[in-house]
């Protein structure tokens, strides 16, 4: 039986400037210039193009005069990504591009940024935002398991530093961070502080995904999926999450994640033993230890140690978000800063990292959402056609 994505192939991969505040730019346009970008990367010719993904697709099919041309309003990083892959398995397109940016959408700089502040009553009737939301499973882990600030602060301290080398990176040159730095750094929901948290920028980027059957003439090394899966537990941002809260299984959303990762590896024919590196999404530093235990690299109460004894920094046993991440590289609006995970694992399984390249990556892993948001979406990319 054939692999579900053996005939697709990510052709190009692109990252606009990222900053800040990126003057002269609307969500729109830079959207478009990544879109561009990972053309170019790819070396496939526009008018090639016969399906776009991603919430200004019908916007890229008119300024690219694609038309007719399929398009998809899916805008949710990796699930968005597997579906423009079933797209060309199914033989509704063969050449998909997606593009995402944000710009211009946090204005009110002396607020929290506006994605922090669900407007449903019963989250901010209790005074929830995102941070403790997320804050609420940090402090459940480490009641149950005795994970240590110091631990969380760790994890934090080593993407910041990923990002402090990245000369992409909108924190470039910020560090060289310590667990102490961070720990240092003000409370912002206990037991974040300031340093254990994403920051908000702006920024665009692309994907290009092909049939195999075009990669003799693409300009970049092609990276194949090897499996993909996502979990929810419900809608983000609108209810406290709970640690143990179940579903039709004995999953726990304390675990989300861990049957995408499962369904993921099995598709793939690997386990979490076969992985190089892990792009996982950042939100908050205690993500990348859950994940850690969601995914199978070290045992459910373990990710504390496993972190301290830096087996996710540079020549660790899985370096993780090696480009900085949210907390560093860039967290542009809602939509380009989730594709930016398979952005950076695309970049590794080719060995084209401009920093933090894991010798010999052959394989990646890499995540979006989190515990606090109620969902996970896992993607399993490589560097042999499955």
């Known amino acids: 039986m054939a692999h579900p994505y053996h005939d697709v192939a990510i052709a190009g991969v692109f990252n606009t400037v990222q900053a800040r505040m990126l003057e002269g730019h609307d969500s729109e346009s830079i959207a478009l210039e990544g879109a561009v970008g990972a053309l170019a990367d790819a070396g496939v010719d526009p008018r090639l193009v016969d399906a776009v993904v991603g919430n200004f697709a019908q916007e890229v099919v008119l300024k690219f005069s694609l038309g007719p041309c399929a398009r998809v309003l899916n805008s949710l990083g990796i699930p968005a990504v597997l579906q423009a892959a079933q797209m060309i398995m199914a033989g509704q397109a063969r050449v998909v591009l997606m593009a995402a940016g944000g710009a211009g959408l946090y204005t009110e700089r002396a607020s929290t940024a506006p994605w922090t502040r669900p407007a449903n009553e019963f989250v901010v009737g209790f005074g929830l935002f995102t941070a403790a939301e997320f804050a609420l499973m940090a402090r459940r882990h480490m009641i149950t398991y005795g994970t240590t600030p110091e631990q969380l602060a760790t994890a934090a301290a080593t993407i910041r530093n990923n990002g402090h080398i990245n000369p992409q990176a909108v924190y470039r040159g910020r560090g060289p961070f310590t667990a102490s730095d961070v720990l240092d750094s003000r409370m912002v929901a206990d037991p974040f502080h300031l340093l254990d948290c994403a920051m908000t920028s702006e920024g665009g980027c692309g994907l290009v995904l092909v049939h195999a059957d075009l990669v003799p003439d693409l300009r970049s090394k092609p990276v194949w999926i090897l499996g993909g899966g996502s979990d929810s537990f419900g809608p983000a941002y609108q209810i406290a999450p709970v640690w143990e809260m179940k579903g039709r299984s004995d999953l726990i959303a304390g675990m989300v994640g861990r049957h995408a990762a499962a369904s993921a590896f099995r598709t793939g024919g690997i386990g979490p033993d076969d992985v190089d590196v892990g792009e996982f999404y950042d939100p908050f530093s205690f993500e990348i230890l859950r994940q850690l235990e969601a995914y199978g690299f070290c045992g459910e109460g373990e990710s504390g140690p496993f972190v301290e004894d ?48 894991v010798p010999g990556a052959e394989v990646a892993l890499c995540s979006n959402g989190g515990s606090g948001a109620l969902f996970t979406d896992v993607i399993l990319l490589g560097g042999e056609r499955p």
């Open 310 to 357: 830096g087996q996710i920094g540079p020549g660790g046993r899985i370096p993780v978000t090696t480009d900085g991440g949210t907390m560093s590289f860039s967290h542009a609006g809602i939509n380009a800063q989730q594709l930016q995970r398979v952005i950076r694992g695309v970049q590794q399984v080719r060995g084209e990292c401009p920093t933090a390249q």
